[in-house]
């Protein structure tokens, strides 16, 4: 794990784009490098079955023409682009809403292992910082 304030090298672009950016993020794996194109797939927790298909469906296409993923790391449609994006042998990376250490919901500890494996976890909470629903 490493941490990046914004004005250091090495901080995403689009993050600091943002209004306010994160002073600083924490990283655990590899972020795409610059001028790679990415794409957020993002959704409900609770999706049918058709959601699920087309997120997954989109994932896997977006990778194979070299994109990276990125979505939270919560049940359903997040879910289903990144283990879409890793089936493809793609990479993706979840931002989390705590931090680096505890990633929500303890049940994908599976699946954000891979991810930090093939890609980054990433977040602007401190280690040690639970998630709450505000945050999200």
């Known amino acids: 794990m490493h941490s990046l304030a914004r004005e250091e090298d090495g901080y995403p672009a689009r993050l600091g784009a943002l209004s306010p950016p994160p ?45 990276t993923i990125v979505s939270g790391g919560a049940f359903g449609i997040d879910a289903a682009a990144h283990r879409s994006a890793l089936a493809a042998g793609g990479r993706t990376v979840a931002v989390l809403a705590s931090g680096i250490d505890r990633p929500t919901p303890a049940r994908h500890r599976p699946l954000f292992d891979a991810i930090q494996r093939a890609g980054a976890l990433l977040t602007a909470y401190p280690p040690g910082t639970p998630a709450y629903a505000g945050q999200f």
Do not use: F, M, S, Y
């Open 23 to 67: 002073e600083r993020i924490w990283v655990e794996g590899d972020l795409p490098p610059p001028g790679v194109p990415t794409v957020a797939i993002v959704g409900t927790r609770r999706p049918d079955a058709v959601g699920l298909d087309i997120a997954a469906e989109l994932a896997g296409d977006l990778v194979r023409a070299g994109v």
